[in-house]
């Protein structure tokens, strides 16, 4: 290894601690606020059995969890769309998969029950047709990343104009229970509803783990990864139904939650100075934005709770206009 790929890899390190550091002091500083503060001893008490709380163990450590996880799995999702398009903007939520996941979750929801298996499976079948959609509209001979992102946001207003279709023949109930569903919130969220998600998205990413090589050596290009024996079909497939299914997964319990997965894996790499999008900064990366920002939807009209949606769209917004402006600039 040369001294320049050793320096990025202990930057890469560094900044994994610092990251997790960061996450770890947000998930204090959760647990920590509500209603009533908590000291961090008491926090700590409850966390080791010494001291019974519900209102820590029961109600804000499953929210802190969640955030920490799904914040991770939408930087992981976001890391891999970008380093299969090449192109910053390739994230989930901009190319449709969090709106066809939401479709899914609104077909559950308004013909069928509505149980939580049934936003699950809805909201994977979504972004599955939908990146299927996407992905065979975009092929011509052969796989370009800005071709299929120019295509993803064209299907993204369109499936979103259908979940508005779908909300406004819903009976009364439903659409205002989706309306306030597809902010993406953490509000109210239980260990009951995080057990199968959590499952899934460690599975998930194991197998992303296992091909994080190959997905680096594609990112440097094909002809790169093809010299190095990745087999770039059967690695674009298997990332594809990783990236969907981390994002379904989070859109089955939380709603959609914008911008993380567009923020979360460049921000990583611009602090690593790495090739490509690294994996695991821009999953630590996720894990600090979406625990900050529902911290922050917390804290700003206390004790009324917003979803941390509201907050992620506000903050990636400013975020996605810089990132537009730097783009046309370098063209």
């Known amino acids: 290894m040369n001294i320049l790929g050793l320096h990025a890899e202990r930057r890469t390190v560094a900044l994994a601690a610092v990251l997790a550091a960061t996450g770890l002091g947000l998930a204090l500083l959760g647990l920590c606020h509500g209603a009533s503060w908590s000291s961090p001893g008491r926090v700590f008490a409850a966390l080791t059995g010494a001291e019974r709380s519900v209102v820590i163990t029961e109600w804000r450590l499953p929210r802190v969890t969640a955030g920490l996880v799904f914040g991770a799995a939408l930087g992981l999702a976001g890391a891999i769309f970008q380093n299969l398009t090449r192109n910053p903007m390739g994230s989930p939520d901009v190319i449709g998969l969090d709106a066809g996941a939401y479709t899914g979750a609104l077909v559950a929801l308004t013909v069928l029950s509505g149980t939580s298996a049934q936003l699950a499976a809805g909201s994977v079948l979504g972004g599955l047709a939908t990146a299927a959609a996407i992905y065979l509209l975009s092929f011509d001979r052969g796989f370009s990343g800005l071709r299929l992102v120019v295509i993803g946001i064209a299907v993204n207003a369109m499936v979103t104009a259908v979940n508005s279709w779908i909300v406004l023949r819903a009976e009364l109930e439903v659409a205002i229970a989706a309306v306030g569903w597809s902010a993406g919130s953490l509000n109210g969220i239980g260990w009951p509803d995080l057990r199968i998600p959590f499952a899934v998205i ?130």
């Open 202 to 331: 460690a599975v998930l990413t194991a197998l992303i783990a296992s091909r994080a090589h190959a997905m680096h050596q594609a990112a440097l290009g094909d002809a790169v990864a093809a010299a190095t024996g990745v087999r770039l079909d059967r690695l674009r497939l298997l990332m594809v139904l990783a990236g969907v299914g981390c994002t379904a997964t989070v859109t089955a319990v939380a709603g959609p939650i914008a911008f993380i997965a567009l923020a979360a894996p460049q921000i990583g790499r611009r602090l690593t100075g790495a090739a490509g999008v690294p994996l695991l900064p821009a999953a630590l990366t996720g894990a600090v934005l979406l625990q900050g920002a529902d911290l922050l939807a917390r804290m700003l009209l206390a004790p009324v709770a917003l979803p941390v949606g509201v907050v992620s769209t506000a903050i990636g917004g400013c975020y996605l206009i810089w990132l537009l402006a730097k783009e046309v600039r370098r063209t």
